[in-house]
Nanobody, 123 residues
Framework: QVQLVESGGGLAHTGGSLRLSCAAS????????MGWFRQAPGLEREFVGA????????RYADSVKGRFTISRDNAKNTVYLQMNSLNPDDTAVYYC????????????????WGQGTQVTVSS
């Protein structure tokens, strides 16, 4: 079992930045590929990006490519999502997730989820 806790959400203006963190406990984070997902009101949870266990491979949704960056510090058992050039369409609850499999874009590939952190971008 691994427990995940997101933090860093809040309110940003269009064009602003936020950095989300996902802290893991229970097992070493280095054993897991990590993903970020988001869910806006009335919509399904969607893939944002993912990073391999080593950090050597990343994938992003087209909607955030070039604006968001995922990184990880396995020594700190923490994964980050740096979000730049935010716009109102980025408003959602953001979730981190862990999988012992390879990096994936499907929710079904992830076994462990955090509780989410709210990001709100005002115009």
């Amino acid at each position: 079992q691994v427990q995940l806790v997101e933090s860093g959400g809040g309110l940003a203006h269009t064009g602003g930045s936020l950095r989300l963190s996902c802290a893991a406990s229970g097992r070493a984070l280095r054993r897991f590929a990590m993903g970020w997902f988001r869910q806006a009101p009335g919509l399904e949870r969607e893939f944002v990006g993912a990073i391999s266990w080593s950090g050597g491979s990343t994938r992003y949704a087209d909607s955030v490519k070039g604006r968001f960056t995922i990184s990880r510090d396995n020594a700190k058992n923490t994964v980050y999502l740096q979000m730049n050039s935010l716009n109102p369409d980025d408003t959602a609850v953001y979730y981190c997730a862990a999988t012992e499999l390879r990096v994936g874009v499907s929710r079904d590939a992830y076994d462990y989820w955090g509780q989410g952190t709210q990001v709100t971008v005002s115009s």
